[in-house]
Structure formats: structure tokens, C-alpha cells
């Protein structure tokens, strides 16, 4: 069974920075995986932010692009987002995800983890 565990939220105040980092263990050969960052603010459902295909190419949900960087480092397992210029608006838990397939990473993945708390203060 694969496993996938974030880190790297925080308390910060607006206009402040994070990086989350994710990484696999178990059967996840994560070279072969779709990868993408979700998140779920209090009341709301699950949200797409960002996802890296195998190849690396990326992509973004509108409010994050120019401030969010989503990056893999497939020797490390590990995937991260650079958040930049955060605003209360991305108040949230952060989850990654992974899939091998496309059409069901967008969707929410196959493997999730347990998420990471941001917080932006105003």
C-alpha cells in the first residue's frame, strides 16, 4: 500500500511564504505517478491547486498562478509547493495526491495524504 505524508504548514501572516513538501513510500514508484496538491478549507469541498505530470509539466489553478510553484524530485520522492504572497484566502489543509492515472488525479487521485494545516493571518 502506498503512503504519502505532507509537511511544512504553518501559521503565517499575509503576504508571508511556505513550502510544502511531500513524500511517498510503499508501492508508490513515484516516477510513474501524476501529482498534484488539493486543498480543503473549513465548510468547503475539496479544491485542485496544482499538478506535475510525469514529464513535469505543470499546471495551476487560477488564483495560485504567479504566487504557487509546484516542483518533484523524483530521486527524493518527494513533491513540493513554494507558496508565495499567501493571502487568508488559502487558509486551508493541504493535501497531495498521486495517480497513475491523468483523469482521476484531477478528481482527487488514488492515494491522498493527511494533509498539512496553512493558516494566513490578516
Known amino acids: 500500500q502506498g503512503q504519502l505524508v505532507e509537511s511544512g504548514g504553518d501559521s503565517v501572516e499575509a503576504g508571508g511564504s511556505l513550502r510544502l513538501a511531500c513524500r511517498t513510500s510503499g508501492n508508490i514508484y513515484y516516477s510513474n505517478y501524476y501529482m498534484a496538491w488539493f486543498r480543503q478549507a473549513p465548510g468547503k469541498g475539496l479544491e485542485w491547486v496544482s499538478r506535475?505530470?510525469?514529464?513535469?509539466?505543470?499546471y495551476y489553478e487560477e488564483s495560485v498562478k504567479g504566487r504557487f510553484t509546484i516542483s518533484r524530485d523524483n530521486a527524493k520522492n518527494a513533491l513540493y509547493l513554494e507558496m508565495n504572497s499567501l493571502s487568508p484566502d488559502d487558509t486551508a489543509m493541504y493535501y497531495c495526491a498521486a495517480d497513475l492515472l491523468y483523469s482521476r488525479l484531477i478528481t482527487g487521485g488514488l492515494y491522498r495524504g493527511q494533509g498539512t494545516q496553512v493558516t494566513v493571518s490578516s
Open positions: 506535475i505530470t510525469t514529464g513535469g509539466a505543470t
